[in-house]
């Protein structure tokens, strides 16, 4: 996800205790994640694919991202002798559409993160493994493409590391833990991408990092608004109404929140890999910041520990424009025992002209399905994000190719679909009725987004990008 105090508390104005939507414990099964595509579809160019001419580029510039030794992929695509152990899971997977996980419903080229195969590349593997799964003349393949054996960026700019291993316990349930790392910056840098790297992945169930920086020593006080002169108009306007609850009392007070966490700035949850930020923009650290890595630790019947690491790889440049993060919920909701297709609203007003760049929807084990709609100030509307098949085990950024420009005046309304009945297999306990909380077998309405502020431009519109 991205600023806030813990994700959703960035409206209140009192510290408050860091909060997150919790995330399944980040089992991959056949994985798929690419950012960029092949500008043409890939198809096949006999009656029979062989996986040297013709299966092969589709799998090295969609799969193999996560499909490869080290990677998060439970095996590797890299080659024919490993494609072709694995035909009977590849099938099932690309026919029913479950890989590469993708979600969203609309036309390729909206999200510039799209991981869905293109029909004819899906049909070229389909008959690839229907004829035999062919090897082709291997000599003439593609060369296979390569990956860093460390961080997927390459080799970061600056690594900042948990202080000390963190032992999570064989079982019980662990309360979010948060660590301070000053980030010893000693000038401002602008970071164009971020990567998490958790030390023990089986029970890291997310991570979340903020960043704080301490005020300039010189810093003056911001001017009074002149007498009579209008307040300006704020930048977000939200639903009161959809508040969160109030936090339960804490036991763990060893690794327990700061008084101030300051802006979100990075995750990982599962199907969230490096998050690079789009062309033309970058997130701000100031020289100072110090870091808080909120970790969310699951018990797997067997002690274990970590040490998460995060890497950042900065601008060459200052940046067109400045990207931020933030969330908008509801907190106030029931999800009564037994229910099917409980519908649960959240909207977010808009003071000011905002571009927003990606949405990132989250519930629990009982969601189902999401979509986003902006109602614009001339009362038409635009349903900008559908997701009729939410995946809680992926947790997707829908990054638009193109942003979206929202003018002043308008709102985004989200609506999230809740399964609490019995035949939602992943139902915790459809004997309980459901509200906001942290934990798996809770729920949440959440729903991260980056954007930028067109009056804040740091350069001028068709200028240097």
Same mark, same amino acid.
Do not use: C
């Given at each position: 996800m991205s600023s806030s105090h813990s994700l959703e508390r960035s409206a209140r104005s009192h510290p408050v205790r860091a909060r997150v939507a919790t995330v399944i414990t980040m089992s991959v099964v056949l994985v798929g994640f690419v950012v960029g595509r092949a500008p043409q579809p890939l198809a096949a160019r006999s009656a029979e694919p062989t996986f040297a001419e013709d299966v092969a580029p589709i799998l090295y510039a969609n799969c193999t991202t996560c499909h490869h030794p080290g990677g998060l992929g439970p095996f590797s695509l890299?080659?024919?002798? @490993?494609?072709?152990?694995?035909? !009977?899971?590849?099938?099932?997977?690309?026919? =029913? &559409?479950?890989?590469?996980?993708?979600? =969203?419903?609309?036309?390729?080229?909206?999200?510039?993160?799209d991981r869905r195969l293109a029909d004819a590349d899906r049909q070229t593997i389909l008959r690839w493994i229907e004829s035999g799964a062919k090897p082709g003349d291997l000599s003439k393949a593609a060369p296979k493409p390569e990956y860093p054996a460390a961080w997927s960026m390459g080799t970061p700019d600056a690594v900042v590391t948990m202080p000390a291993e963190f032992t999570v316990p064989a079982s019980g349930t662990v309360e979010y833990q948060y660590f301070e790392i000053p980030t010893n910056f000693t000038e401002e840098k602008w970071v164009q991408a971020i990567e998490i790297m958790p030390g023990a992945r089986e029970v890291v169930h997310h991570v979340l990092v903020y960043a704080k920086a301490p005020p300039p020593p010189s810093a003056a006080p911001p001017a009074p608004r002149p007498a009579g002169a209008p307040?300006? =108009?704020?930048? /977000?306007? &939200?639903?009161?109404?959809?508040?969160?609850?109030? !936090?339960?009392? &804490?036991? $763990?007070?060893?690794? *327990?929140?700061?008084?101030?966490?300051?802006?979100?700035?990075?995750?990982?949850?599962?199907?969230?890999?490096?998050?690079? /930020?789009?062309?033309?923009?970058?997130?701000?650290?100031?020289?100072?910041?110090? %870091?808080? /890595?909120?970790?969310?630790?699951?018990?797997?019947?067997?002690?274990?520990?970590?040490?998460? =690491?995060?890497?950042?790889?900065?601008?060459?440049?200052?940046?067109?424009?400045?990207?931020?993060?933030?969330? /908008?919920?509801?907190?106030?909701?029931?999800?009564? *025992? @037994?229910?099917? !297709?409980?519908?649960?609203?959240?909207? %977010?007003?808009? @003071?000011?002209?905002?571009?927003?760049?990606?949405?990132?929807?989250?519930?629990? %084990?009982?969601?189902? &399905? #999401?979509? +986003?709609?902006?109602?614009?100030? $001339?009362?038409?509307?635009?349903?900008?994000?559908?997701?009729?098949? +939410?995946?809680?085990? #992926?947790?997707?950024?829908?990054?638009? *190719?193109?942003?979206?420009?929202? *003018?002043? @005046?308008?709102?985004?309304?989200?609506?999230?679909?809740?399964?609490?009945?019995?035949?939602?297999?992943?139902?915790? !306990?459809?004997?309980?009725d459901v509200k906001w909380g942290d934990q798996t077998w809770e729920e949440m309405q959440y729903t991260g987004f980056l954007y930028t502020v067109p009056s804040r431009r740091l350069r001028p519109s068709g200028g240097h990008h």
């Open positions: 890299l080659d024919y002798e @490993g494609a072709k152990a694995k035909t !009977d899971e590849m099938h099932d997977a690309v026919e =029913a &559409r479950y890989m590469p996980p993708w979600h =969203a419903e609309g036309p390729h080229g909206v999200f510039r993160n307040a300006p =108009a704020p930048l /977000f306007i &939200r639903n009161r109404a959809h508040n969160l609850p109030p !936090d339960p009392p &804490r036991l $763990d007070t060893l690794h *327990a929140p700061p008084r101030q966490l300051g802006a979100l700035i990075g995750s990982l949850a599962p199907g969230m890999t490096m998050m690079e /930020f789009p062309k033309g923009t970058a997130l701000r650290l100031r020289a100072g910041t110090v %870091l808080t /890595f909120q970790m969310h630790y699951t018990a797997h019947g067997h002690e274990m520990k970590d040490r998460t =690491a995060l890497a950042f790889r900065f601008a060459k440049e200052m940046p067109d424009e400045e990207i931020f993060a933030s969330q /908008f919920t509801n907190g106030s909701f029931t999800i009564p *025992a @037994g229910a099917k !297709d409980v519908q649960v609203p959240a909207e %977010l007003g808009f @003071g000011q002209p905002v571009r927003i760049w990606g949405l990132l929807p989250h519930t629990h %084990l009982r969601g189902t &399905r #999401w979509q +986003y709609t902006l109602m614009k100030p $001339d009362s038409t509307s635009e349903v900008v994000l559908d997701v009729p098949h +939410y995946d809680f085990k #992926w947790q997707t950024y829908y990054m638009f *190719a193109k942003p979206l420009d929202i *003018a002043a @005046g308008s709102k985004l309304t989200s609506m999230a679909w809740y399964d609490n009945s019995t035949s939602n297999k992943a139902n915790p !306990d459809p004997t309980k």
